[in-house]
């Protein structure tokens, strides 16, 4: 079992025992689904417009070289640079060498899952470099040195009166919890920040290639003075963000705002095209795009697979799965958890450390139901089950089990014979007391639960008793 695989064991153990946490997401949750049932009512016909969002990331995804080219080519045409980042380690070494070349001293940035990914705040504070984290939620997930519960809402674990308290403790001064007070305490702090950084780092939600602009998405408008006031502005994406045209914002925002919060579109909808021309007031000096792979090519050559690369990161499948509303985004030990998370882990950061996660899924199908662009993520799941199955990476005790199974079901009488002994097993098991204790073989089962009645008599033996035959 490799250290991620115990450490998620027992962070779920943990979570899914946490009542209070568990309280919090199911309210979260609640809100989401109402909020998100009244934006799809909103459209003329939802199902065709996730249709449309497919096959736009469908294009792009299949023609990803060229449109990645384009989109190049446009930013270079205006005066902007982009850094083609094959490893997180690439990436953040380009952002933090930049920033030290340039004499940064403060960096504000908006929410960007992929700078998690290449560990960019870890980067530049190594270098002596201040980070502040502009959205609201990140701002407090910060404060708490922990990383984001959720790709959407970071701060989706906490209470109002938790976010009070560590601001009293981290800010001085706070005797309100009341949200918008809250607010506007955190707001004052991020002002200073913005007008004294030097860098700015943003994410993107797309990257347009007939614009050679990159489109952001917030609610806060936080991505908006990132990029603007201070004089370097670095956007840092995964390749996989290119879409064809701008045309297509026209389908992807609304379908992304109602998949990712149920509102009809975001508050703040910024397309970037470059650094700031010499008829404009103000805006940066310098444009960065920080293209990064980091496994997604990989991902690209894999036709089973590369339809994963569609993913808008909505967050929809995470608030759908009953894994994720039980234990959490921070069991998951990975940048993106949930069931897109449990998919792609293991192409980023390795099957060997990460196939437990693809097992974490009851399956259910909530996840494909509600992912706008219609990845069939239980699919994806069985595939990474499968290659972690091929690659010998599951305990020698699944495997000795499913090998039994295996031989047991090819025939009647094995079947037969196996059933009985188990049966046997597990009735011996409950009469002795045995069962949940160290000494049961099914203890990892029964630990947490009863185990049901053993019925009198088999399926088997019911069967013969009604119809007859075996
Ligand atoms: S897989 Fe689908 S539902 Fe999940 S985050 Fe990506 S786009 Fe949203």
Redesign the pocket.
């Known amino acids: 079992m490799s250290a991620a695989s115990e450490t998620f064991l027992r962070e779920a153990a943990e979570k899914a025992a946490d009542g209070e946490l568990r309280e919090i997401v199911r309210k979260g949750v609640e809100h989401y689904d109402a909020a998100v049932r009244r934006g799809r009512a909103r459209f003329l016909d939802w199902e065709a417009a996730r249709e449309r969002c497919r096959e736009i990331k469908r294009e792009a995804i299949d023609r990803l070289d060229l449109y990645l080219e384009e989109f190049e080519r446009r930013v270079k045409e205006r005066g902007g640079q982009v850094f083609w980042a094959e490893t997180a380690e690439d990436a953040s070494r380009y952002v933090a060498d930049l920033a030290a070349r340039a004499g940064v001293r403060s960096v504000v940035k908006s929410k960007s899952m992929v700078s998690e990914e290449i560990r960019l705040n870890v980067a530049l504070e190594s270098r002596g470099i201040k980070v502040w984290e502009t959205d609201l939620g990140e701002f407090i997930v910060q404060l708490r040195e922990e990383p984001p519960f959720h790709?959407v809402t970071p701060a989706m674990h906490l209470t109002r009166s938790q976010i009070a308290d560590l601001f009293r403790e981290k800010l001085g001064g706070v005797a309100t919890d009341d949200p918008g007070e809250l607010t506007a305490i955190a707001r004052r702090e991020l002002r200073r920040a913005f007008f004294s950084a030097e860098m700015g780092v943003t994410g993107a939600n797309f990257l347009v290639a007939d614009l050679g602009a990159i489109a952001i998405t917030t609610n806060e408008g936080n991505a908006r003075l990132c990029s603007s006031l201070p004089r370097i502005h670095v956007a840092i994406a995964g390749i996989e963000k290119v879409i064809p045209r701008a045309e297509d914002l026209a389908t992807l925002w609304p379908v992304l705002a109602t998949?990712g919060t149920g509102q009809p579109i975001t508050c703040y909808n910024t397309l970037i095209a470059g650094p700031r021309t010499a008829s404009e007031p103000d805006g940066p000096e310098e444009f960065h795009v920080v293209l990064l792979d980091n496994g997604r090519s990989r991902l690209l050559a894999d036709p089973e697979q590369r339809e994963v690369l569609r993913?808008?990161?909505?967050?929809?499948?995470l608030n759908a799965c009953p894994v994720f509303r039980t234990i959490g985004g921070h069991a998951y030990g990975a940048i993106y958890s949930g069931?897109?998370g449990s998919v792609l882990t293991p192409h980023l950061r390795g099957l060997g450390e990460f196939q437990h996660l693809s097992f974490a899924s009851s399956l259910c199908g909530a996840?494909a139901e509600?992912?706008?662009?219609k990845?069939d993520?239980p699919l994806h799941l069985l595939q990474n089950r499968r290659n972690a199955v091929a690659a010998g990476l599951r305990p020698t005790r699944e495997r000795a089990g499913f090998g039994l199974w295996q031989w047991a079901a090819a025939s009647g009488w094995r079947f037969g014979v196996v059933g009985w002994a188990a049966r046997a097993a597990a009735k011996m098991a409950q009469k002795t007391g045995l069962a949940g204790t160290v000494l049961d073989p099914a203890r990892s089962w029964t630990k947490r639960r009863e185990m049901p009645e053993i019925p009198a008599q088999s399926f088997r033996a019911l069967w013969r008793k009604k119809h007859g035959a075996g």
């Not at 993913?311 to 499948?317: K, L, N």
């Not at 509600?370 to 662009?373: A, D, K, L, R």
């Open positions: 790709i998949a993913c808008i990161r909505c967050g929809a499948c069931p897109i996840c509600v992912c706008p662009v990845i993520l």
